[in-house]
T-cell receptor, first 110, second 112 residues
Framework: RKEVEQDPGPFNVPEGATVAFNCTYSNSASQSFFWYRQDCRKEPKLLMSVYSSGNEDGRFTAQLNRASQYISLLIRDSKLSDSATYLCVVPYSGTYKYIFGTGTRLKVLA | SQTIHQWPATLVQPVGSPLSLECTVEGTSNPNLYWYRQAAGRGLQLLFYSVGIGQISSEVPQNLSASRPQDRQFILSSKKLLLSDSGFYLC???????????FGPGTRLTVL
């Protein structure tokens, strides 16, 4: 099992739709989790951090399920500008390293 | 405010030539610094990280090296580039004591 696993997609959704992606992680000791957004040929940018059960920021909600070892990202009322790759990142417990998922690609269609 | 700079933004180099990529962070002290590489259509691969001046941890044995001559400066080097070194090189930092990473704008390297 990969340390951090994401469905690569693409998820093609119409504008205004609600879409959710999951990210599974293998290290049960992980305490913090991050979602980054990466546009084509650009650097990843922090979208949300998750330290306990979840986090919400406008149209974006991140949830943590420790029992099943996954985090999810929910995007409501999708905009064309939400089209990007969403990376799940988990700090490697007890080290200074981070484990990155390969990303989930989202395309919001007009 | 805290910012991270990388240069150059793009680079085209012949096989066998040397490489030097620079990353600097402003507005903070004693950051943890990281070099990642992202090949086309792939995930991020950690190359090096540093938690202090002169301290480098290597994750991938290859023809790259890293140095941290100053607190907020991180340099990625190679003596002889290979075709497989092509990719998008990203520098990242996080404030000491926190685990949120922030990325620089990246350097897109093409080795021909």
């Amino acid at each position: 099992r990969k340390e951090v696993e994401q469905d690569p997609g693409p998820f093609n959704v119409p504008e205004g739709a609600t879409v959710a992606f999951n990210c599974t992680y293998s290290n049960s000791a992980s305490q913090s989790f991050f979602w980054y957004r990466q546009d084509c040929r650009k650097e990843p940018k922090l979208l949300m951090s998750v330290y306990s059960s979840g986090n919400e920021d406008g149209r974006f909600t991140a949830q943590l399920n420790r029992a099943s070892q996954y985090i999810s990202l929910l995007i409501r009322d999708s905009k064309l500008s939400d089209s990007a790759t969403y990376l799940c990142v988990v700090p490697y417990s007890g080290t200074y390293k981070y484990i990155f998922g390969t990303g989930t690609r989202l395309k919001v269609l007009a | 405010s805290q910012t991270i700079h990388q240069w150059p933004a793009t680079l085209v180099q012949p096989v066998g030539s040397p490489l030097s990529l620079e990353c600097t962070v402003e507005g903070t002290s004693n950051p943890n610094l990281y070099w990642y590489r992202q090949a086309a259509g792939r995930g991020l691969q950690l190359l090096f990280y540093s938690v202090g001046i002169g301290q480098i941890s290597s994750e991938v044995p290859q023809n790259l090296s890293a140095s941290r001559p100053q607190d907020r400066q991180f340099i990625l080097s190679s003596k002889k580039l290979l075709l497989s070194d092509s990719g998008f090189y990203l520098c990242a930092w996080n404030p000491g004591g926190t685990d949120t990473q922030y990325f620089g704008p990246g350097t897109r390297l093409t080795v021909l």
